[in-house]
C-alpha cells in the first residue's frame, strides 16, 4: 500500500464490512480518522479471536502507536464513547494509541436521542410511510442543531459558562416541543448539565485540533485512512432520501467532516459486499423476502451490530454500484463476504433496472424514484466449496473467480480485496 492519504467508505446501505477492511489497512497507516456519523454505525473487527464492535472509536484502535482521530464531522455520544475507551484500556488513561477528539465534533445530547425516537413515533401516528427506522441514537436531531447553530459542541464539555447558555437555549427552544407536540416531559437542565460536565473531564485529555492534527500527520508523510460510516446510498444529498442518515457518507465528507483539501485524497477505496442489505424503511430494489434473503441473512450473520434488527438482505445491485462508483470517485474496490455465497443454489445479480417498461441502466438517486424500478437479474453459476481456506484469488473456485471477474468488469473499478470468512486472515489481497 503506497498511497499516503485514503478515504474509505460504504459502496451500498452500509454493514458492507468496512470495519475489518480498516482494520487490515489499519496495519499499514499511521493514522486513522473518522469524520462522519456517530454511534449509528457498529463497526465489527475480529482480531486473535476476539470481537470487538466500535460505535464511535475509530477501527485502528487495535494498533499499538496509532495515531485515531475524531473528527469534527462526527456527532459524539459521549457516554459511548467513554465506555468504548474504557473497554480498550487495560488501565485507566492506557490505550495504546493515541486519541484526538475534535473540539469542533457536536455532542448527541441526551434530548436528542428522546426527539429521535418521539419524531419516529410522531410520523408512525401521522404518516407511517414517512417512518425512517432510524437507530434511535439521535443522530437526526444531533446534526439538525449543528446546522442550525445552536448545537452543543465536545469544546462546550469543559466550558461550563457557554455549555450552560446553549442549554438553557436549547431547552426554551426543545421543550414546547417535547411537551406541545410530541407529548414528552421537558428537559430537565440540572442533572444533564451536571452530567455533561463529568462527561468533559473524562473526555478533556483527549480534546485538540483534529484539522491540525491531520494536516501535520501529512506533512509528515505518514500514511492517514479516513474511515467512512454507513454508505453512498444512506448519504443525507446522494442516498434514497428521505431514508438516508443525516451525515455525508461519501468520500467528498472527508473533505469537511475531517478537514482536508479535496485534492489531497490519493486513493478512495469503495467497500462492496458480494450481495446486499439494508436496515431500516426506504426502498431497496434487490431485496429478497423469501428464502434467498433468509439464507443470506443466516449465513452471514446479518443483524444490526448497533440495534440487533435483522438486515433486509438481496442480490448484489451493479445498478447501485456503479453509482457509488459514479459519485465516490473510487479507484479500487474490497468485496466481502464472498464466502457467504457458497453453497447457494442460484447466484443472481442485478445488472440494470427495469422503469415503466423500459431498461434503464442508471439508478434513481431518490426513493421515489427507485421505488418504482424492478430489477433485471442476470444468473450466474453458483459455487459450492468453502472458500474460506483460499489464501489467494487463484485457489478460488473458478465460478467465484468469474464472480469476481464480472464486478470488475461492469463496475470499471479493479477489486483489489476479497473476504473470503470474518477473520484478519481470511482476506485475499490482489496488489492492493
Ligand atoms: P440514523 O442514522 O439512526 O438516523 O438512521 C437513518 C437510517 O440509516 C436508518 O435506516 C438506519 O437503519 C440507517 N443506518 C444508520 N446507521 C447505519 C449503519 O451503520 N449501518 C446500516 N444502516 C445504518
Redesign the pocket.
Known sequence: MRKIVQALIGAQ???EGKGRVVDALAQEVGVVVRYQ?GA???HTVIAEGKKHVFHLLPSGMLYPNRLCIIGNGVVLEPEQLIKEINELAPAPGDIGTKLVVSRAAHVVMPYHKRL?AASEAFRKKNNPDAV??????G??PCYVDKYNRIGVRAEDLVSPESLEKKLRLNMAEKNPLLEKIYGEPPIEFESIYRQALEWGDFLRPYLGDSSFEIASAIERGERVLFEG???TL?DVDHGTYP????SSCVAGGCCTGGALGPGRIDRVIGVVKAYCS?????PFPTEDRGEVGETLRQNGGEF????G?PRRCGWLDMAALRYSVMVNGLDVLALTKLDVLSGMDELKVCVAYEMDGKRVSVFPNSAYGLEKVRPVYESFKPWKEDISGCGSFEELPSAARDYVDYIERDSGVRVGLIGVGPGRESTIYRDF
Request: aromatic share 6%.
Open positions: 446501505w452500509g454493514d456519523g449509528n454505525a457498529g429521535d425512517i427506522g432510524t437507530t434511535g441514537r443522530i437526526g460510516a454507513q454508505g444512506l431514508f438516508v442518515t443525516s439494508r436496515v431500516g424503511e426506504g444490526g451490530a448497533t440495534t434488527r
